[in-house]
């Protein structure tokens, strides 16, 4: 079946500007995760969604980082005003549900680059 | 504070050879414990995963950990390495917090397989 999908896969954009990155969960998947991979933070949990809730936001690195999920499917990350140490792989990860240890299955990620 | 750490960033093993990656995590209570293995361009993929029991896991791909409480460990193992085997592996600790989780991380061992 169809696994986690995230798009784009690569972004450049220039210091300053909005972006948005979109996941697509595992269908059926009530919980979902964001991450963010850098080379000097390693893999950081950002935000968590129970259906369209973020019960957890405390990864969030500032107020330039929102997240919202609509009909507890689609997701969408925000970086506003996006300066270079935003630069990351940002990871998506979804999981039937929302159970302690419940295996969580990844996207390919959205590489973003910021010039 | 939940932590992991992998000691070592870098192996370089012999294709056919025996392979040990090792993890160490400080947890407060029994850990739900994973490794996932992510090839360059790729997400994370799940080779294993405790929750509870028999302190040997079987894996995906030949690999196998073994859960030690008393060393708060958690190693991954493979007799005979193949060259698909080079990539980062990471392990990983649960957080559960208000019944989810969220994963936290170790650095990751990049693996490098000579022919």
């Known amino acids: 079946g169809a696994g986690v999908s995230q798009s784009p896969s690569n972004k450049v954009t220039e210091k300053g500007k909005d972006v948005e990155l979109r996941c697509d969960p595992i269908?059926?998947?009530?919980?979902l995760y964001w991450y963010r991979q850098s080379l000097g933070q390693g893999l950081e949990f950002l935000i968590y969604?129970?259906?369209?809730?973020?019960?957890?936001k405390s990864g969030l690195p500032s107020d330039r980082f929102s997240a919202e999920r609509t009909g507890g499917s689609v997701s969408t990350l925000t970086i506003q005003r996006t300066q270079q140490e935003d630069s990351a792989v940002y990871l998506c990860?979804?999981?039937?549900?929302?159970?302690?240890?419940?295996?969580?299955?990844f996207g390919p990620g959205t590489r973003l680059l910021v010039l | 504070a939940q932590s992991v750490t992998q000691p070592d960033i870098h192996i370089t093993v012999s294709e056919g050879a025996s392979l040990e990656l090792r993890c160490n995590y400080s947890?407060?209570?029994?850990?739900?414990l994973f490794w996932y293995v992510q090839s360059p361009g790729q997400g994370l993929q799940l080779l294993l995963k405790?929750?509870?029991?028999?302190?040997l896991v079987q894996g995906i791909k030949g690999f196998e950990a073994e859960f030690k409480r008393s060393q708060s460990s958690f190693n991954l193992r493979k007799p005979s390495v193949h060259w698909s085997d080079a990539a980062e592996y990471f392990c990983?600790?649960?957080?559960?917090?208000?019944?989810?989780?969220?994963?936290?991380f170790g650095a990751g061992t990049r693996l490098a397989v000579h022919p």
């Open positions: 990860a979804s999981s039937l549900a929302d159970l302690g240890g419940e295996t969580q299955y």
């Open positions: 269908s059926g998947h009530t919980a």
């Open positions: 969604f129970q259906g369209n809730s973020a019960p957890d």
């Open positions: 947890y407060g209570a029994t850990p739900y």
């Open positions: 405790y929750f509870s029991g028999d302190t």
């Open positions: 990983a600790v649960a957080a559960v917090s208000g019944g989810y989780n969220k994963l936290i």
